[in-house]
């Protein structure tokens, strides 16, 4: 088996750490390039999806768990793809085969965990979001 398709998970999570991480460090710089610090994170946060006038703590923390989730079910998808080009391009090799069930598995598991997660985060927070009266 080649050891670029066996490294390619890892791969792909390096890839997301490392530009994850030079996106963090790089921020402040251009938000210093461009002005007031204050102006430019309102501006991100709305671009975001966050209401930057009158947002309410549980409805910030609500559409920042939902974008997390939603990258999850990007990479989620991305690792089913991954699994099925195994198993399409594995030949009648048994181990490939097998990978390829596995990852599919796990990946199904996962989603599932996903789901659970999304639907206990919309409970939990619709039930603070009602208990303090904002809208």
Known sequence: MNQSIANFPRKVVATL?????????????IAGLKGDLEEKSKTVAGGAGLNTG??????????????????????LV???????????????KEEQIEKAKNIIKDCTIGLAILLASYAITNFVLGAIINATGTT
């Open 17 to 29: 750490v490392v530009g994850a991480s030079s996106l963090l460090v790089a921020l402040p710089a």
């Open 78 to 92: 991305i690792f089913f793809i991954y699994a099925g080009f195994l198993w399409m391009t594995a030949q009648g």
């Open 54 to 75: 009158n947002t309410d703590l549980p409805k910030m923390i609500g559409t920042i768990i939902q974008q997390v989730m939603g990258l999850i079910g990007v990479i």
